[in-house]
């Protein structure tokens, strides 16, 4: 199986849902600024990056997780998924994807925060923000994780797409 984390930049919420997927960082605690920031690809990547599949690793399970910013678009998860389903179907993959949307987790503080750091390269403002904002929503992102796992082992289609818009 494929779990894919998206959202808009694919560096704040994508990064740390890779990490609690893959149990890199601690899921029963709000984490310090100093873990968030040590959080693989947390407030690395930029807009060029936009669109790049991340690999984050293998999870206890054997499943590999990656992470994928989606950009302004709202046709590219679409093509995403489309085109994950034609590459199953000629080639008779068994392997499951499913893609999770994390933007629904995203405070706030993260979003004027991302926009500081990543866009305006103001990072006296953004860092703290993003911080912030990392610390606020940490247990929905924990949840997040649990049930695109959880519809990972239960979900019978081979391409499955999380909207996730009940973590609001």
Not at 77 to 86: D, F, G, I, S
Request: aromatic content about 10%; proline content about 4%.
């Amino acid at each position: 199986m494929i779990y894919i984390y998206n959202d808009f930049g694919g560096t704040h919420t994508t990064s740390l849902a890779a990490a609690y997927h893959l149990n890199l960082i601690p899921d029963d605690r709000k984490l310090t600024s100093q873990e968030i920031l040590e959080v693989p690809y947390f407030n690395q990547l930029n807009a060029s990056d936009m669109g790049t599949f991340i690999f984050h690793g293998v999870d206890e399970q054997g499943n590999a997780v990656y992470t994928v910013g989606r950009g302004p678009g709202k046709h590219v998860l679409p093509a995403m998924t489309h085109l994950a389903e034609l590459l199953a179907e000629k080639y008779h993959g068994d392997e499951k994807i499913i893609f999770s949307n994390t933007s629904p987790t995203v405070p706030f503080a993260m979003t004027v925060g991302g926009l500081c750091s990543r866009w305006m390269h103001i990072d006296f403002i953004g860092v703290p923000l993003l911080t912030f904002g990392a610390k606020q929503c940490w247990q929905d992102l924990v949840k997040l994780v649990v049930y695109t796992k959880k519809a990972g082992r239960t979900s019978q289609k081979k391409v499955t797409v999380l909207e996730n818009k009940g973590f609001k």
